[in-house]
C-alpha cells in the first residue's frame, strides 16, 4: 500500500504570509495527487487536482506543484478565510488515501 | 445544482452493521460517468476514504477496510448506500458521501479524480 506523509502537521502564520505544505508518498504516484481544504463543521472543499490544476472557482493564490513522490500546496498571500486544514490525497491505481492533515493556525 | 444528502441511523450497536443511504439530487446516477464515493473522518481526527462506486456496479475499496465494506448502487431511486459490518467503537465518525469527478490534466495530459461535491456529512456513534 502506498503510504502518504504530509508536513508539517500544523502551521500558524499571519494574513499575507506565504505558505507552503508538503505532501510526499512512499512509491511514484506521477501526478495523482489532490489536495482538499477543510473547516471545521464542513465537509472538504477540492482545490486541486492533477498536482497543480486548479478547480474552478478556487482563487489564483492557491498552487500546486510536485510529480513523482514530493508534491507541495503553497498558498501566496494569507487570507483570513485560508485558515483551515489541509489534506493531501492520492488518486493512483483507483484507491484514494488521504495524508493526515495540516491544521494552518492564525498567529 | 448537483446535492448529496446522507442519511441511516445515528447510532449502531458493537458487531452490528452500519447502513447509510445517499440521496442524490440535481443530476442522474446513471447519466454520469463518474464514480460515487464514501469518506468518514473520526472526532478529531483526519480523513478516510471507504470505498468508491461507478452506476455500472465497479467498485473499488479502502484495503484496510474491504473486508467490512460493501458499496451499492440504486439508479432507480438516484442512490448510493454502505453496509459496514461488525462495527466497534473505532468506527464512530462522520460519514461523507460524495461525487467522485474526473479531469484532464494540464496540456490534457492524464486523467484525474478527486471528491468534488459533497454531502453535509452524518454523524454515526457505535454504542450499546
Known amino acids: 500500500d502506498i503510504q502518504m506523509t504530509q508536513s508539517p502537521s500544523s502551521l500558524s502564520a499571519s494574513a499575507g504570509d506565504r505558505v507552503t505544505i508538503t505532501c510526499r508518498t512512499s512509491q511514484s504516484i506521477s501526478k495523482y495527487l489532490n489536495w482538499y481544504q477543510q473547516k471545521p463543521g464542513k465537509p472538504p472543499k477540492l482545490l486541486i487536482y492533477g498536482a497543480s490544476s486548479l478547480l474552478s472557482g478556487v482563487p489564483s493564490r492557491f498552487s500546486g506543484s510536485g510529480s513523482g513522490t514530493d508534491f507541495t500546496l503553497t498558498i501566496s498571500s494569507l487570507q483570513p478565510e485560508d485558515f483551515a486544514t489541509y489534506y493531501c490525497?492520492?488518486?493512483?491505481?483507483?484507491?484514494?488515501?488521504f495524508g493526515q492533515g495540516t491544521k494552518l493556525e492564525i498567529k | 445544482q448537483l446535492q448529496l444528502q446522507e442519511s441511516g441511523p445515528r447510532v449502531v450497536k458493537p458487531s452490528e452493521t452500519l447502513s447509510l443511504t445517499c440521496t442524490v439530487s440535481g443530476d442522474s446516477i446513471s447519466g454520469s460517468t463518474y464514480y460515487w464515493a464514501w469518506i468518514r473522518q473520526p472526532p478529531g481526527k483526519g480523513l478516510e476514504w471507504i470505498g468508491s462506486?461507478?452506476?455500472?456496479?465497479?467498485?473499488?475499496?479502502n484495503p484496510s477496510l474491504k473486508s467490512r465494506v460493501t458499496i451499492s448502487v440504486d439508479t432507480s431511486k438516484n442512490q448510493f448506500s454502505l453496509k459496514l459490518s461488525s462495527v466497534t467503537a473505532a468506527d464512530t465518525a462522520v460519514y461523507f458521501c460524495?461525487?467522485?469527478?474526473?479531469?484532464f490534466g494540464e496540456g490534457g495530459i492524464g486523467y484525474y479524480h478527486g471528491m468534488d461535491v459533497w454531502g453535509q456529512g452524518t454523524t454515526v456513534t457505535v454504542s450499546s
Open positions: 490525497q492520492q488518486s493512483y491505481s483507483n484507491t484514494y488515501i
Open positions: 460524495a461525487e467522485q469527478a474526473g479531469w
Open positions: 462506486i461507478h452506476n455500472s456496479g465497479g467498485t473499488y475499496y
